[in-house]
């Protein structure tokens, strides 16, 4: 018989309230994140939302290369790489034990499928020119493929890195975008349209594992809502906070941290080359002189952005300073509307989509506009109808938008682009900068490209837009900076 073990009162309470402290002190494993934008869908392979990557990028969907949170390019599926010596040849070695979230295993066939859809002729991916220089996939054997280009291309492994570049599976793509099936360190659970979708932690998973059990993310696109939902702490931390002048209250309180970053995204004044009167270089340049950039980014922004006059993010070493060539001149502005013929007052449309740098920066710009003599309408839509009638459509005038992509300059060279800027000049250039590998080079022509659409004027070049993050104190792991449109919570955990 085993003996009875008698406990005290006293005892039984030290007890107790010994394993509620240890209960209390275990760390939690869940987390709401507020994000502003709900995406359309979650197929970051066949659309040009942001808010697709920030939700799937590394957390559910990987490519060969990644991004680290500090802008570098490591590697992803692939661990490692050679390159031939003329340039033209990549031979990626693949992780060993990958497998995709519904138990298939990852191999070279489901690389080779990947590349071969986004560059085919009937391609949906919104950054099909990542894949143009492409001449052939092929598979080595289960764990190696070798990638053939038409030309040297000294940026094809950061183009590997970009969310449209990620690997799946052609047994799981029919309902990629409302089931995506990955290989991330979390697996898609839920999505209740309009509200939030759950992602949860793959029990699976080939790398480092992540250490929360479940990530809600949460769609709050209102910033009084965003700024109550955090204070309430219903949700525990929100990427690009959406409402910057709260930012001094959340900073005095003990219970967050803010957090201010950079990120890739220019934000412009986007402005429809092909439609009359901006066709006409003069016309745009007025636009460009009409408007105060440091009014925007302190009555817009309170504060937080940094000013830029060409498509290119201020921290990149080769970025060029041309704010003088669009200073804001509101009598120049004039001057050149009368040059170029153009009876005021002119009405165009302006449309704004939802993020609070738009739709406040719109009004802003709009009452400078009206001081020369242009008179913007303005029609607020939603992220889905500005995807659709501005992107897709080219139905607008004048419309603003943060173009956070990495180091997208090439967009300029795609005249079919919404802004449809034509200039073969340029687009000859971004030809040579796609085989040119040389990085003195590369800088030299990434500087002339800054200059010809900043002296083209092919729109208006705002700021660069802050990355503003307010998290619960004890949450670590996020990423102060965006060097992609992403919300990777992969190494996010909280401290107790």
């Known amino acids: 018989m085993k003996p009875f073990t008698f406990l005290t009162r006293a005892g039984l309470a030290s007890a107790i309230a010994v394993t509620a402290s240890l209960a209390m002190a275990a760390p939690r494993t869940d987390l709401t994140l507020g994000q502003q934008l709900e995406p359309p869908h979650l197929d ?24 680290a949170s500090d802008g570098a390019v490591i590697p992803g599926l692939a661990r490692s790489w050679e390159i031939s010596s003329d340039g033209l040849t990549y031979t990626f070695h693949l992780a060993k034990g990958v497998k995709f979230h519904d138990g298939s295993s990852m191999d070279a066939e489901d690389v080779k499928f990947s590349l071969d859809r986004a560059r085919a002729e009937d391609s949906a991916n919104a ?101 109550a939902a955090v204070m309430a702490e219903d949700v525990q931390a929100f990427g690009a906070f959406p409402a910057p002048e709260n ?37 745009r340049e007025a636009v460009a002189h009409a408007i105060n950039r440091q009014e925007i980014i302190d009555g817009a922004q309170f504060g937080y952005g940094t000013p830029i006059g060409t498509h290119f993010a201020p921290h990149n070493p ?65 992220w889905a109808q500005w995807l659709e009638g501005t992107f897709r459509g080219k139905d607008f005038a004048l419309t603003i938008v943060s173009h956070t992509e990495p180091m997208d300059i090439g967009i300029y060279a795609r005249p079919d682009y919404y802004f449809q800027y034509d200039n073969p000049a340029f687009q000859e250039l971004m030809t040579s900068l796609d085989f040119e590998t040389d990085p003195a080079k590369r800088s030299a022509l990434l500087k002339t490209a800054q200059d010809i659409i900043a002296k083209d004027y092919v729109n208006a070049y705002l700021f660069e837009l802050p990355y503003l993050t307010v998290a619960n104190a004890k949450i670590e792991g996020m990423w102060v900076n965006a060097p992609t449109q992403a919300a990777d919570m992969t190494a996010v955990y909280w401290t107790e």
């Open 318 to 382: 080769d970025y060029v300073d041309l704010t003088a060539l669009s200073n804001y001149d509101p009598e120049k502005s004039k001057a050149l509307l009368k040059e170029a013929g153009v009876k005021t007052p002119i009405k165009v449309k302006m449309t704004l989509p939802p993020p609070s740098y738009a739709r406040r920066g719109g009004e802003i710009i709009a009452a400078q506009l009206r001081q020369v003599g242009i008179e913007p309408q303005i029609e607020n839509v939603e």
């Open 127 to 227: 950054q099909k020119a990542l894949f143009a220089g492409i001449a052939s996939v092929d598979v080595v054997d289960p764990m190696t493929v070798k990638v053939t280009l038409k030309a040297p291309q000294g940026n094809f492994l950061f183009n590997m890195a970009w969310g449209d570049a990620v690997i799946v599976a052609p047994e799981s793509i029919e309902n990629i975008k409302t089931m995506p099936v990955g290989t991330g360190a979390f697996k898609f659970a839920n999505w209740v349209q309009g509200d939030h979708i759950d992602i949860v932690k793959n029990p699976d998973y080939w790398g480092t594992p992540a250490k929360l059990d479940k990530v809600t993310f949460k769609f709050i696109s209102d910033p009084t809502a965003a700024f």
């Open 247 to 283: 930012l001094p209250q959340f900073d005095a309180d003990p219970r967050f941290k803010v957090l201010v970053g950079s990120t890739e995204g220019e934000t412009i004044l986007a402005i429809n080359n092909k439609m009359p009167p901006f066709d006409n270089v003069k016309v």
């Open 44 to 67: 970051p392979t066949s659309a040009a939302a942001g808010a697709i990557d920030a939700v799937v990028y590394s957390n559910i969907f990987e490519g060969l290369t990644r991004f």
